[in-house]
């Protein structure tokens, strides 16, 4: 079972959803990536799982495949892990015409891309990606990047692939809380894009459970993830515009993340962004007063937090670092109903009292 998306970004690529697919990972980018070597990058987790079924494939195709593992976690993509990878890509000998294979998560795809965008000025890049979060979001769009002192994402490049292979077999390793993470993007894509998909969610939850009972409508739900973003994505490939969207929850969600020193999985600081700005939006009239508790509810219910501790200020702070910014504004995804979100540029001093208000705080925009 496959199910194939086109992505018509400049540079056409097809994104595979489906199961057994690890082992076609050969064929499959001898078609679409070509050259004579490929380095495997991915992380001491995913490496023992995965590494081997991925490499006999590719030699299988005719490719001389050296693998490069890096510590797993948010922690490692940072600058040292990007140059020990640019050093043994370098070291191997590798052309601009052969590949870099992402497998594993997004901080693997993340890394790994942006060792493809620039070495040798770009040489050809291909994602495997092993986790929900990564199937359903970072590994389609082509953002690459590397965290920095200062925030995440900081250093990074746009580089789409010349494929991507999702396995959704490889699901069946996550821990609960691994997957539920995944599902923050899940949930936030519904809420941007598609009622009928929030709707399905409420009524079934993306879960583990179903994935071992109905692994057919798992990659279904991936798959439509997907097309939600490939829309975006194809429309706005480097973010000028409507891809913005896909920032829903980001903004404070990203600041979440950084507070928490990156030990919250990304989609549970996503969730707990979007309640955040939710919530100040409800109380502004913005959206219905109902529209918090629903989302709320549907992040809970897929295994997701949805509040912090943290204050207003600390969080504040952090979003100063956030790529969005422009001068003394940010721009921000407002919801107003599920399926309808606005792109508003909203001055820092009113983001403050924002995060304040859907953290439940009295607003002091002092800080600003």
């Not at 050259?35 to 799982?49: H, M, Q, R, S």
């Not at 640019?86 to 497998?103: K, P």
Request: proline share 3%; charged share 20%.
């Amino acid at each position: 079972m496959a199910i194939t998306i086109d992505i018509d970004t400049a540079r056409p690529y097809q994104v595979h959803v489906g199961t057994f697919l690890l082992e076609q990972a050969g064929p499959l980018v001898r078609a679409t990536a070509g050259g004579t070597k490929a380095v495997i990058v991915t992380d001491t987790n995913v490496g023992p799982l995965y590494q081997m079924p991925v490499k006999q494939s590719l030699e299988a195709s005719g490719y001389e495949v050296s693998i490069c593992t890096f510590e797993a976690g948010e922690a490692h993509k940072r600058a040292e892990t990007y140059v020990a990878i640019l050093e043994f890509v370098a070291e191997h000998e590798l052309s601009r015409s052969d590949v870099i294979v992402a497998l594993g998560g997004g901080v693997v795809g993340d890394v790994a891309g942006f060792v493809a965008a620039t070495y040798m000025r770009g040489c050809k890049f291909v994602q495997i990606p092993t986790s929900l979060l990564a199937m359903v979001d970072s590994s389609v769009g082509g953002k690459t990047a590397i965290d920095l002192a200062a925030g995440k994402n900081l250093a990074g490049a746009f580089w789409q692939p010349s494929v991507v292979i999702a396995d959704v077999g490889c699901l069946a390793t996550l821990t609960p809380e691994q997957f539920a993470d995944g599902c923050g993007e899940v949930v936030k894509h519904a809420v941007i894009a598609d009622p009928e998909l929030f709707a399905e969610l409420e009524k079934t939850p993306l879960t583990l459970e179903l994935l071992n009972r109905d692994v057919a409508r798992v990659a279904l739900i991936i798959a439509r993830n997907i097309d939600i973003k490939r829309a975006v994505v194809v429309a706005d490939e480097r973010e000028t515009n409507q891809r913005k969207l896909l920032n829903f929850g980001h903004s404070a969600g990203h600041a979440v993340e950084a507070c928490e020193n990156f030990e919250l999985g990304h989609g549970n600081c996503v969730s707990i962004g979007m309640g955040i700005i939710t919530r100040a939006a409800a109380l502004h009239g913005i959206c219905d007063a109902e529209l918090p508790a629903r989302i709320e509810e549907l992040c809970a219910r897929h295994g997701l937090k949805t509040r912090c501790r943290l204050s207003a200020d600390a969080v504040f702070a952090e979003a100063l670092h956030d790529k969005k910014r422009a001068g003394d504004t940010i721009d921000l995804v407002i919801p107003h109903d599920i399926g309808r979100c606005s792109i508003d540029r909203t001055p820092l001093s009113t983001f403050h009292e924002l995060i304040a208000e859907g953290l439940g705080q009295k607003g002091d925009a002092s800080a600003c």
